[in-house]
Nanobody
C-alpha cells in the first residue's frame, strides 16, 4: 500500500508557474510509476505526466514543453513543474501510483486545486 499527499496548488495568472509536490510513503519498493492526473469540472480525468521507476517520462500533448515531471533522489517525492499556465489547465490535480501488483493506477492522493485566471 502506498499513500500519496499532494501540495502546491493555488491560484495563478495565465503565463505563470506553479510546482506541485506528491509525497509518497508506504511500500515504495512496489511502485513502478508515479503519475499526475487532472480533472477539470465536467470533464474526464486525464493523465498529464508520469515517471517510471527507470526514469522514463511521458507527457500529454497538451502540456509538452510546458510541464516537467521529476522526483527527488530518494524517490519519495514527485514534482510537477508547470510553466506558461493557461486557463484550460485549471483542474484538480491528482497524484497516482502504479505498483508491481497491478497495471492500473491503484493508489491516489486527495488532489490539489489549480486555478489559472486569464
Amino acid at each position: 500500500q502506498v499513500q500519496l499527499v499532494e501540495s502546491g496548488g493555488g491560484l495563478v495568472q495565465a503565463g505563470g508557474s506553479l510546482r506541485l509536490s506528491c509525497a509518497a510513503s508506504g511500500n515504495m519498493n512496489s511502485v513502478t510509476a508515479v503519475g499526475w492526473y487532472r480533472q477539470a469540472s465536467g470533464k474526464q480525468r486525464e493523465l498529464v505526466a508520469s515517471i517510471a521507476r527507470n526514469g522514463v517520462t511521458v507527457y500529454a500533448d497538451s502540456v509538452k514543453g510546458r510541464f516537467s515531471i521529476s522526483r527527488d533522489i530518494a524517490k519519495t517525492t514527485v514534482y510537477l513543474q508547470m510553466a506558461d499556465l493557461k486557463p484550460e489547465d485549471t483542474a484538480v490535480y491528482y497524484c497516482a501510483a502504479r505498483s508491481i501488483y497491478s497495471d492500473v493506477w491503484g493508489s491516489w492522493g486527495q488532489g490539489t486545486q489549480v486555478n489559472v485566471s486569464s
